[in-house]
């Protein structure tokens, strides 16, 4: 069963960046799309950004031009990179293999407040 182990978040002022990671075992990342979902309090889980195994990204509509997705397929990662984060972009962040999920981790906390 793969493991997706997520790190990064913290608590980061409005315009700041942060840098989420994700490591999947296995070697299963190179193989599928990514992508990286986020929750927010009393919110339904939403997927934010997707790179498919051709590099492909997608962006949802509320983070298109401020968060950027990459992938390392040699040490199974894959990163969020964040700027010009909003107080609505506070949420518990997830990777995950769109359409074909798994055990999802714990997440990583960001808070975006003053």
């Known amino acids: 069963q793969v493991q997706l182990v997520e790190s990064g978040g913290g608590l980061v002022q409005p315009g700041g960046s942060l840098t989420l990671s994700c490591a999947a075992s296995?070697?299963?990342?190179?193989?599928?799309?990514m992508g990286w979902y986020r929750q927010a309090p009393g919110k339904e889980r939403e997927r934010v950004a997707l790179?498919?195994?051709?590099?492909?990204?997608e962006y949802a509509d509320s983070v298109k031009g401020r968060f950027t997705i990459s992938r390392d397929n040699v040490n199974s990662a894959v990163y969020l990179q964040m700027n010009s984060l909003k107080p609505e972009d506070t949420a518990v962040y997830y990777c995950?293999?769109?359409?074909?999920?798994?055990?999802w981790g714990q997440g990583t906390q960001v808070t975006v407040s003053s």
């Open positions: 995950n293999f769109p359409g074909r999920l798994v055990s």
């Open positions: 790179i498919d195994s051709a590099y492909y990204t």
């Open positions: 296995g070697s299963l990342l190179r193989l599928y799309a």
